[in-house]
């Protein structure tokens, strides 16, 4: 059965840096593009970044763009999301998927097949 959990979460003051993990198991890592969304409260879920199976393609949502970067190490079956200079705004739960529609890593989120349980990232101003 096909697992995803994030690690990384935390509090941190506006203007800093976090690095959350998303660990795969129970699924062929590599056949999977990769995203991650968010969700704050009273808000719909929302696309962040994406990374195709092989990690030669990401996407980004505009207004995450030059301060996330996403990667992926399909030996360790994990996908990273790098945030530096983090808003108050970017608090929110954040979350991993998987998706085996196309090369993967799109924004749309009914193509992603598996989801983690959410990491909580709180950034106080």
């Known amino acids: 059965q096909a697992q995803l959990v994030e690690s990384g979460g935390g509090l941190v003051q506006a203007g800093g840096s976090l690095r959350l993990s998303c660990a795969a198991s129970g699924l062929t890592f590599r056949w999977y593009g990769m995203g991650w969304f968010r969700q704050a409260p009273g808000k719909e879920r929302e696309f962040v970044a994406g990374i195709s199976r092989s990690g030669g393609n990401t996407l980004y949502a505009d207004s995450m763009k030059g301060r996330f970067t996403i990667s992926r190490d399909n030996a360790k079956n994990t996908v990273y999301l790098q945030m530096n200079s983090l808003k108050p705004e970017d608090t929110a739960v954040y979350y991993c998927?998987?998706?085996?529609?196309?090369?993967?890593?799109?924004?749309?989120?009914?193509?992603?097949?598996?989801w983690g349980q959410g990491t909580q990232v709180t950034v106080s101003s």
């Open positions: 998927a998987a998706g085996s529609s196309g090369d993967g890593g799109r924004a749309i989120l009914d193509e992603y097949d598996f």
